[in-house]
C-alpha cells in the first residue's frame, strides 16, 4: 500500500540554524514527490516538487530537497532557517496509477523557530 | 491570475444541518479535487471530479456529495453534519489527470459543527 512517513511530528530549531525535515514513501512505481508548507490557518503553498532528473531538487524560500531512490527518501532542508519559516510542512507522493490520480500525505511536521 | 478560490471562509453548523462549500479553480485547470484537514492531522482525499464527474473517491461516506459545473467550478456538499465533520476543506485544482498530479490549493473553508 501507498504512505508517506514523516517520523518527526514537532521539530524546534534556533533561528539560523540548518534544518532537515525527514520523508519516507512508500510506493512500487516512480514516485512523484512533493514538499508544501502550510500557515496556521492557511492553506497550502507548494516548496517544492520532483518528478525525474536531478534528484537535488530546489524550491521557493531557500529550500532544497534531495530524492534517494534507495533510502525511499525525499527530506527537505534549508542551511539557514528564517523566523518566518515556522509553520507545518506536508510530504506527499503522487499516485497516478490508471484512473488512480491522487495525493497521499504524510502527517506534517510541525516547525517552531525560537529567537 | 487568480488562484483557486474557495467560499466560504468560515462557517459554522449544527448537528444534523447541511452544509455546501464552493471553489473556484486555477485559470486554465479543470480538474477539482477536495481534501479533509482535521486539527493537528495531514489532508485527507474525499473525491475528485473531472468533466463535471466523480472520477475517484477516498474513503469517505455518501454524506459527502460534490459537483462540477460547466465552468469547472465545484461544490462539496455535506449532509446529516456530525461533530467530527469538524475541519478546515481544502480545494486543489489540476491540469487533466496531469501525469505530474501537480496540485494548487486554495486557502480552505473552516467548517466548526456545534
Known amino acids: 500500500a501507498q504512505s508517506v512517513t514523516q517520523p518527526d511530528i514537532h521539530i524546534t530549531v534556533s533561528e539560523g540554524a540548518s534544518l532537515e525535515l525527514r520523508c519516507n514513501y512508500s510506493y512500487g512505481a516512480t514516485p512523484y514527490l512533493f514538499w508544501y508548507v502550510q500557515s496556521p490557518g492557511q492553506g497550502l503553498q507548494l516548496l517544492l516538487k520532483y518528478f525525474s532528473g536531478d534528484t537535488l531538487v530546489q524550491g521557493i524560500k531557500g529550500f532544497e530537497a534531495e530524492f534517494k531512490r534507495s533510502q525511499s527518501s525525499f527530506n527537505l532542508r534549508k542551511p539557514s532557517v528564517h523566523w518566518s519559516d515556522a509553520a507545518e510542512y506536508f510530504c506527499?507522493?503522487?499516485?497516478?496509477?490508471?484512473?488512480?490520480?491522487?495525493?497521499?500525505w504524510g502527517l506534517g511536521t510541525s516547525l517552531a523557530v525560537n529567537p | 491570475d487568480a488562484g483557486v478560490t474557495q467560499s466560504p471562509t468560515h462557517l459554522i453548523k449544527t448537528r444534523g444541518q447541511q452544509v455546501t462549500l464552493r471553489c473556484s479553480p486555477k485559470?486554465?485547470?479543470?480538474?477539482v479535487s477536495w481534501y479533509q484537514q482535521a486539527l493537528g492531522q495531514g489532508p485527507q482525499f474525499i473525491f475528485q471530479y473531472y468533466e463535471e464527474e466523480e472520477r475517484q473517491r477516498g474513503n469517505f461516506p455518501d454524506r459527502f456529495s460534490g459537483h462540477q459545473f460547466p465552468n469547472y467550478s465545484s461544490e462539496l456538499n455535506v449532509n446529516a453534519l456530525l461533530l467530527g465533520d469538524s475541519a478546515l476543506y481544502l480545494c486543489?485544482?489540476?491540469?487533466?489527470?496531469?501525469?505530474?498530479?501537480?496540485?494548487?490549493f486554495g486557502p480552505g473553508t473552516r467548517l466548526t459543527v456545534l
Open positions: 485559470s486554465g485547470h479543470d480538474t
Open positions: 506527499a507522493v503522487g499516485i497516478n496509477a490508471g484512473n488512480n490520480r491522487k495525493l497521499i
Open positions: 486543489a485544482s489540476s491540469l487533466p489527470f496531469s501525469s505530474y498530479n501537480e496540485q494548487f
